[in-house]
Structures are given as structure tokens and as C-alpha cells.
């Protein structure tokens, strides 16, 4: 579901707007619904439209920077010059859809695969009975599409250069490499091959970079390009010494998954002992870095499951020999099962673990 924002520009168009955001918010989106002033009446208010109260350019960089996805009702004209000087990057950007004032074409204008125009153009088709517009090269010949397919399953795109290479080799039928360090269900998409290294592969990871032993190290062809994507899995443990900088515990993760050869991005939550709940230092590093927190008791980190790391300074100070190992295990246990991939490093007063959750690939 998104949190949508449509803006109607006639009278015809208002009346749409007004059928057509009670729909999406029966499908179970976060709808708003906007009418210029002058065609605003009270069946529109009554149906939750809402009057343009700003310039329509002032309300679009609001909307670009607040909302999921832009829904215009009229020209296609008005709508592009709308979003025209806030139009950054297809990995930020909303989904913009132009529809018709009679309904009878969904237009997906921006952001087709990662911010989910196409999706919308397709839905809000189906809710006024139109025809849903999409040019995206991969969806007109129908062919598997590397960020439709990040988006769909959450991963995070190492390049987006590489991306579109990947997507115009698949296009031209060059044969692209698909390899991926966890179980796929499902079958290799058409196109793909996993029996040899080609001039570009896509490779599912936590890595940074291929090691020596990785068959893409081994294999890759001269001048070969590896675009990764990454799931968001990985499970910190972390502990530190009261009153511990914010800075001091981003310098002291960096450098464990750096030695590691852990991707940053792969990183979902942190787990730590609950003594540390309110420290101030690391609450600010998992709300910069946009990650979950969950703190347990010594109690329950002492039943997580594995050999650890013991420390009887760690044992004295906190009830329990190990906080950063054993909060990452707890929480990957509790999520659903996985293993220890990094064990403590420790710099700075900070301690800093690392599990992976079990997961797969669906294709």
C-alpha cells in the first residue's frame, strides 16, 4: 500500500478524483485528494476533496518529498511541467500517473518499476475502467526486469548504471549471469544462465565484493560487471560503554563489516542487551541509519543458542558473558532462524556482532 496524493485540474476531472480516491482508500491506501480551487464544490468536499491552496509547482516538490506516489487527473502537459524541477533519481522519485479526465487511460509517467507507476497505472485503470499506458521497454516485450524485481523483493541495488546494462543485454538476448548465495525458489528468469560468468551478472549477497573462492572471482571474464543485490537480513549485535558517542559506534561498525566484507546495506536491525535501551549514542545511530531496535534481558540472551565469545568483564558489568553475539543470535532466532556470520569486534568501547537471517530467493 502508498501514500498517495491526486490533484484534479476540471470539473470533470474533480468529479473522477472523487470516485476514484475513495476507491484507493477502500483498497487500503493512504489517500489525499486535491481540486483546484474554482471547480471545488460540496459533493467533491463531501467526498474528501480537498482545495489547492498553493501554486501547483509549490505543491509538487511537497508531494515529491512527502508522498509515495502522485496520481494527476488531466493534461499530461500540466503534469510534466509540474514535476519537471523536482525530478532527481528513479531510486528516490515517486511514482507519478497522468490519467485522462474521462478515465480512459492510466499513464505511468515516472518512476515505472522502483517508485511503482506501472503498478498504480494498472490499478487505477482497473478502478475507472481504462487502459493503463506503459512503456517501460522490459514490460512491453515482457521480459524480467532487474529493478522491478529488486523492488518486489526488497533488495537494494548496488548500481543502477549496471542495472540498466543488465536490462538492455536482456533486451538485445545477451546472455547475463544470475548467481545468488542463498536458496532460489523458483526458476532462473529467462535470459539469465548460472552455468557460466558473463559480461554482466547479477549476484544476490551480503558481500561487498567477490572473495578469492566465489566462483564470480574465479570465473569473471575480463572487464565483466557484477551488479549486486542486496537483501536486508543482517542482524547487528552491539554493545558499548556508557555514554558512547553516535560516531564512535558508526567508526566501530564500518570497520568490523568492512573487515568482514559484510555490505552496510544488507544491515536491518540492531539487537542489544536491554540495560542499554536509552543509550542516547546508539538509539541515534539506528534512527540516522533507519534501522529496527530490540533490546532483551540478560535472562534471554543467555538462551540463545551457539558458543560465544565469553568476556568476565561483560559477565560482571551486565549479568551475561557476551551481549553482541548473543543479542544478534536471540533476534535472528526470534525472526526466524539463521546463524552468526561475524563474531565480535571490538574498538572504541564498542562491540559489534553479526547474524544473518535464513532466507530465500523467489523467482
Request: hydrophobic share 40%; with cysteine.
Amino acid at each position: 500500500m502508498m501514500r498517495l496524493s491526486l490533484i484534479c485540474f476540471t470539473g470533470a476531472g474533480a468529479k473522477l478524483g472523487a470516485r476514484l480516491l475513495k476507491e484507493l482508500k477502500l483498497s487500503g491506501h493512504e489517500c489525499r485528494g486535491y481540486v483546484l480551487e474554482k471547480f471545488l464544490n460540496p459533493f467533491h468536499e463531501t467526498n474528501g476533496l480537498e482545495p489547492l491552496k498553493s501554486s501547483l509547482q509549490e505543491w509538487t516538490g511537497n508531494q515529491f518529498e512527502t508522498r509515495e506516489g502522485l496520481i494527476f487527473i488531466g493534461a499530461t502537459g500540466i503534469a510534466v511541467r509540474a514535476i519537471a524541477p523536482w525530478v532527481k533519481d528513479k531510486r528516490t522519485d515517486p511514482a507519478v500517473v497522468v490519467i485522462d479526465d474521462s478515465g480512459r487511460f492510466s499513464i505511468s509517467l515516472l518512476s515505472g518499476h522502483l517508485g511503482g507507476a506501472n503498478g498504480l497505472a494498472e490499478e487505477t485503470a482497473k478502478l475507472t475502467g481504462g487502459i493503463p499506458v506503459i512503456t517501460t521497454a522490459t514490460d512491453i516485450h515482457g521480459r524480467f526486469a532487474v529493478d522491478n524485481f529488486a523492488k518486489e523483493q526488497g533488495l537494494w541495488i548496488s548500481d543502477m548504471k549496471t542495472a540498466k546494462a543488465v536490462s538492455a543485454d536482456v533486451l538485445a538476448g545477451e546472455p547475463v549471469g544470475f548467481f545468488s548465495d542463498f536458496p532460489a525458489a523458483g526458476s532462473v528468469p529467462e535470459g539469465f544462465t548460472q552455468k557460466e560468468s558473463c559480461k554482466r551478472n547479477v549476484w544476490i549477497t551480503v558481500k561487498r565484493y567477490p572473495e578469492n573462492h566465489d566462483f564470480l572471482k574465479l570465473f569473471l571474464p575480463e572487464g565483466g560487471e557484477v551488479l549486486r543485490l542486496v537483501p536486508r537480513i543482517v542482524i547487528l549485535g552491539i554493545g558499548c560503554k556508557r555514554g558512547t558517542e553516535k560516531e564512535r559506534i558508526e567508526a566501530a561498525v564500518e570497520e568490523a563489516l568492512s573487515r568482514w566484507n559484510i555490505e552496510p546495506e544488507s544491515a536491518a536491525a540492531v539487537a542489544t542487551i536491554d540495560i542499554k535501551k536509552e543509550e542516547a549514542g546508539l538509539l541515534s545511530y539506528v534512527r540516522e541509519h533507519g534501522l529496527s531496535f530490540q533490546t532483551y534481558p540478560a535472562e534471554r540472551l543467555l538462551q540463545a543458542k551457539g558458543e560465544f565469545s565469553p568476556s568476565s568483564f561483560v559477565k560482571e558489568i551486565t549479568g551475561v558473558d557476551n551481549v553482541c553475539e548473543r543479542a544478534a543470535v536471540s533476534l535472528v532466532e526470534d525472526l526466524g532462524g539463521g546463524r552468526l556470520m561475524m563474531r565480535k569486534q571490538a574498538g572504541g568501547g564498542v562491540t559489534v556482532a553479526a547474524a544473518v537471517r535464513d532466507w530465500k530467493v523467489k523467482l
